[in-house]
C-alpha cells in the first residue's frame, strides 16, 4: 500500500527535477540560444563573475543528480532514504543555495542594461529575470521537502 505522503514526495520531487531542468535549459541557452549565466558582478564590459557561475553551475547540475537519484530510489520500491538525516540536510542545503543563486541572478538581470533595446522579443534580461524566479521558487519547493523530510525523519525516530 502506497502512502499518500509518498505520492506526495515523488510528485514533489518529480515537479523539482522538471523545474531544474528548465532552469538548466535557460541558464545554458537563454541568450538567443548562447549562455546566459547568473551573473553576479558588474564591471565595464558587463561580464559576469566567473565564482557565481561555478556555484549556480554546480547547485543546477549537483541538485539534478541529486533529485535524479531519489526518484531511482523511488523507482525500486524503497522509501528507506526518507527516515535518513541526510535527506533532511540535503533538502535545507538545496533551499539555501537555490535561494542564493535565484537572488544573485535576480540582481544582476534586474539592473542589466542590455546593449541593443527592442531588438528581440524576449531580452535576456526577461530571460535572465525569469531565471532566478524559478530558482527561488525551487528553493521553496525544497524548504516544502525539507518539512516533509523531516516529518519523515520524526516519525519513525
Known sequence: MVSVETIGSVFLKVFKLVL???ILILYRTGYGGDF?????TWNLNEEKSPDAEIV???VIVGFMIYT????????FGTTA???ELSDTI???VGTFMWVAVGGTALHYWHGYMPDHDFLHVATERQVGLAMGALCII???LYLVDTV???VHFAKDA
Open 36 to 40: 546566459l549565466g547568473v551573473g553576479g
Open 20 to 22: 531544474n531542468i528548465v
Open 148 to 150: 516533509l523530510a523531516f
Open 56 to 58: 549556480a553551475s554546480g
Open 90 to 92: 540535503m533538502n535545507v
Open 81 to 83: 532514504h526518507k527516515r
Open 138 to 140: 525551487s528553493g521553496a
Open 68 to 75: 535524479s537519484v531519489q526518484l531511482i530510489t523511488y523507482a
